[in-house]
């Protein structure tokens, strides 16, 4: 008998935020992920999205769902929810 939770996709729900790096000597500043959160719904992870990207601190944020295949760990693109001020492009993520 086997368990057919075991080989369904997990589905994550994450907030990440960004904060600007100071410019180096390039005189280019840049991006870097600041805090990252999961949570259990879309819900709660738009929601902590859009109250991050309001501090003073925080550059941008994104809340998106990522699928995870259990058996091989294997993890699929990124579904952006809500994408909140300087975030960077979807293929620098």
């Known amino acids: 008998m086997t ?3 075991e080989s369904s996709e997990k589905v994550h729900y994450i907030c990440q935020t960004y904060v600007e790096q100071k410019p180096g000597r390039g005189g280019q500043g840049s991006l870097k992920i600041g805090k990252q959160f999961e949570y259990s719904t879309a819900a709660e992870a738009q929601n902590r999205a ?3 990207a309001q501090s003073d601190d ?3 944020a ?3 769902m ?9 993890v699929g693109s ?5 994408r909140l001020g ?3 492009e979807f293929d620098e993520f």
């Open 86 to 88: 300087n975030v960077p």
């Open 62 to 64: 994104d809340a998106y």
């Open 78 to 82: 990124p579904s952006f929810l809500i």
């Open 66 to 74: 990522v699928s995870e295949d259990p058996n091989s760990g294997e």
């Open 50 to 52: 859009e109250r991050e």
């Open 58 to 60: 925080c550059a941008g």
């Open 3 to 5: 368990n057919s939770d």
